[in-house]
């Protein structure tokens, strides 16, 4: 989509990024921002997000997402500059080698992908959420997985398991929440083709040919079309979009035999 061509959903909303430095992050950064949004860029490598702030004239905030403190500061920082917390993308995450089968993935492995995917989720969103109640309105994104809705073989334990659980966490406050105008979705992303999942391939090039095979469309998807779908469910446009898993992902879920 040209930059003429798109919509400015989200002219004076505030909008918070975690994993803003690089890949569905920084992408959406962009996006938001085009939009008209105020974007503050949360990340733990202080270089890109710093980066990512001055590229769409928004505010950098240095977060471990994994520290209650330094999240409830990115929120705090968020209101008192822009005077909102209209939006969060949740987003930042790890898929780390050591995260395996069931059978090869140590507990250290294990309780570091899920303090990173699936803690930091239940840590901004509890920040978050009083500002939207005062507010009376806000939409909450949190990045999900495909994984989450299906099994797979290549398996990262971890990683699926830690994704299953932002998707029923987000059900439920979604629910909880929607009387005061607050919604709360999951985006479930296919392979993205992101420096995190190139990382990963690269070191396996079987798991990335196996995988490629089973997604509909033939290819991964780009940053820029999960951005687009993060910008449709932060928009008035999906008001009435609520406590869903939104699959964006090339028909995976909904494949049996891909074609030749």
């Known amino acids: 989509m040209t930059e003429e061509n798109i919509c400015r959903r ?12 690089s890949g569905i992050g920084l992408a959406t950064a962009r996006r938001l921002a085009s939009e008209g949004a ?35 500061a990115l929120f705090r920082t968020a209101f008192e500059t822009y005077g909102s917390v209209d939006v969060a993308f949740n987003n930042a995450g790890i898929s780390p080698p050591d ?27 509890k920040a978050a959420i009083p500002y939207m109640r005062r507010q009376g309105k806000g939409s909450i994104i949190n990045t999900a997985s495909f994984v989450a809705r299906m099994g797979a073989a290549t398996s990262q334990i971890s990683y699926t398991a830690s994704k299953g659980g932002v998707l029923a966490m987000s ?14 979705n999951a985006l479930c992303p296919g392979p993205v083709d992101t420096p995190l999942l ?24 780009a940053a820029d079309e999960i951005a687009a779908a993060v910008a449709f469910l932060a928009s008035d446009d999906a008001s009435f979009v609520n406590a869903t898993d939104f699959l964006v992902d090339g028909g995976i879920s909904g494949a049996y035999v891909t074609p030749l």
Not at 171 to 176: A, D, P, S, T, Y
Not at 198 to 221: C, Q
């Open 10 to 21: 989200l002219v004076g909303r505030t909008a918070v990024i975690t994993g803003a430095g």
């Open 198 to 221: 190139r990382e990963l391939f690269a070191k396996d090039p079987e798991r990335a040919a196996r995988r490629l095979v089973h997604i509909p469309v033939g290819r991964f998807a």
């Open 38 to 72: 105020h974007v503050v860029c949360g990340d733990i490598d202080e270089n890109a997000g710093k980066k990512a702030a001055e590229a769409v004239g928004g505010t950098f905030v240095p977060v471990d997402v994994t520290d209650a403190d330094q999240v409830e």
């Open 171 to 184: 059900r439920e406050l979604g629910v909880q929440f929607a009387r005061e105008g607050i919604r709360v």
């Open 99 to 125: 995260d395996d089968s069931i059978l090869d993935t140590g507990l250290e492995a294990w309780k570091r992908v899920q303090d990173v995917n699936l803690t930091s989720v239940y840590l901004c969103c």
